[in-house]
């Protein structure tokens, strides 16, 4: 498994969660880690994403409410939730790529359930 997703779970609304995401160490040259997810019945979406020197970036939805960062070291990438809501449900994937030689990594998928 080159990514693994941990941290998915049941919450209620208004609740937090903190999803992790550790990269393998055979991945080298990182550049952007990102987490998106799938709501059931739509499309995977980019959630957050986070580049090599630190520069994030969020879709609407989220921004003021998660916060994406990463721990170079580590090879880890992290997701805080707050104040979730009943449309965050879906299974949350992290996404590593490599530069300058391209390649991309999916983890297995974290599922966030946000009961109202």
């Known amino acids: 498994v080159q990514l693994q997703a941990s941290g998915g779970g049941l919450v209620q609304a208004g609740g937090s969660l903190r999803l992790s995401c550790a990269a393998s160490?055979?991945?080298?040259?990182?550049?952007?880690m990102s987490w998106y997810r799938q709501a059931p019945g739509k499309e995977r979406e980019l959630v957050a994403a986070?580049?090599?020197?630190?520069?994030?970036q969020y879709i609407d939805s989220v921004k003021g409410r998660f916060t994406i960062s990463r721990d170079n070291g580590k090879k880890m990438v992290y997701l805080q939730m707050n104040s979730l809501k009943s449309e965050d449900t879906g299974v949350y994937y992290c996404?590593?790529?490599?530069?300058?030689?391209?390649?991309?990594?999916w983890g297995q998928g974290t599922l966030v359930t946000v009961s109202s």
């Open positions: 986070v580049t090599a020197i630190g520069n994030t």
């Open positions: 996404n590593a790529d490599t530069l300058p030689f391209y390649r991309t990594y």
């Open positions: 160490k055979n991945i080298g040259n990182i550049n952007t």
